[in-house]
């Protein structure tokens, strides 16, 4: 296993899966961090340009060497990647708010679980898919949102402590800058096709930690392209840091944190649970995110992929259970697609 930490040469730019076109849209906002697909294409690209010999018109070589977008080669797997930053000679990973987290009043960044899932109560109505409403006894007030927990602080919070929060600010900065698009053959501005792009920018010593396996002759160090109108990273290889692993058995009552996002074939739940654990789980109570998009472009085809819904990063689930435990036949994480590229890695935690 090597872990890599990838730097910022300047800013990046991440689109997130909306088409986007300066006669269509007028603003490209950045997903940050990026999606595990960012960060596969980047390493496969860089990967597949070390070998100097092989002839790209031989695609079975190149995907021998590669693989897929769809299908890594063999013993190939990434897990991130993560928000990180370089502290005192140690790299700290850093994890979005989770969604069922509330603003303790009168502390500023510091957060709590919601209260724990309750039955609905008599005489209230609603639509929700799950038995159980999170938060019923907390204050009806909007809280702080955007906030980032370190490892140590959100392995604090999934156990039901009160933890403090670090900005979204004090991490990297999302610049847009505006631009107008081009007739290409006259090389002069079109009417109405001015728009805006979004960059991030991170902070000092703020980077993407992601682990690899599969590719011993990986590089120590070195420079490759990532993201949108490929912007450079360098990288550097790291100690890889440790990964909990799932409770065996898991606890009567636990809850699952999405680490990275996760593809499920019914929207934000799979088909059947039991394609994760052995035994019988019960879903009681959930809060999710908005919706990540990702799509992405064709250029073989020169057309937009299909834009497909992911459910974000920070997204908790509460389950209630007797004698199940994770799977062994399975990796570590709860995704119907891309788990070989890091989508669907979670934290589980008794509540």
């Given at each position: ?36 697909s960012v960060i596969q294409g980047a390493l496969r690209s860089y990967y597949l340009s070390l070998d100097k010999s092989l002839q ?105 402590q009160t933890v403090q929060g670090v900005p979204a600010g004090d991490l990297f900065q999302r610049q847009a800058y505006p631009g ?23 902070g000092d010593d703020v980077g993407l930690y992601v682990e690899m396996d599969g590719w011993d002759d990986w590089p120590e160090q ?130």
């Amino acid at each position: 296993m090597k872990a890599l930490f990838l730097s910022a040469m300047d800013v990046w730019l991440f689109r997130d899966g909306r088409p986007f076109n300066a006669n269509g849209d007028h603003r490209a906002e950045s997903l940050f961090p990026p999606h595990p697909s960012v960060i596969q294409g980047a390493l496969r690209s860089y990967y597949l340009s070390l070998d100097k010999s092989l002839q790209y018109e031989n695609a079975d070589a190149v995907i021998k060497r590669v693989g897929t977008a769809q299908q890594g080669p063999d013993g190939f797997s990434l897990r991130g990647p993560y928000l990180a930053r370089r502290e005192n000679d140690y790299l700290i990973r850093y994890y979005p708010q989770p969604a069922d987290a509330v603003s303790v009043p009168g502390a500023r960044h510091t957060i709590r679980s919601a209260a724990v899932p309750q039955g609905q109560p008599d005489g209230l109505r609603t639509n929700s898919p799950t038995p159980d409403l999170l938060g019923l006894a907390d204050p009806l007030e909007k809280g702080e949102t955007g906030l980032w927990l370190s490892e140590k602080a959100l392995d604090a919070y999934l156990r039901g402590q009160t933890v403090q929060g670090v900005p979204a600010g004090d991490l990297f900065q999302r610049q847009a800058y505006p631009g107008i698009g081009l007739q290409n053959d006259h090389r002069v501005t079109k009417d109405g096709a001015l728009f805006e792009v979004e960059y991030i920018r991170p902070g000092d010593d703020v980077g993407l930690y992601v682990e690899m396996d599969g590719w011993d002759d990986w590089p120590e160090q070195g420079a490759l392209q990532l993201g949108g109108e490929h912007r450079a990273a360098s990288f550097t290889t790291v100690k890889p840091l440790p990964w909990p692993t799932p409770p065996t058995p898991l606890p009567p009552k636990f809850k699952v944190y999405f680490a990275t996002p996760a593809y499920f074939e019914a929207g934000w739940i799979p088909n059947n649970w039991e394609d994760f654990f052995d035994g019988k789980v019960e879903l009681i109570a959930a809060a999710v995110g908005r919706y990540d998009w990702l799509g992405g472009y064709d250029y073989a085809a020169q057309i937009h992929k299909p834009a497909r819904r992911y459910v974000p990063a920070g997204s908790v689930y509460y389950f209630k259970t007797s004698g199940a435990s994770w799977r062994k036949d399975r990796p570590f994480a709860m995704t119907q697609d891309g788990q070989q590229f890091g989508y669907g890695q979670i934290l589980i935690k008794g509540w």
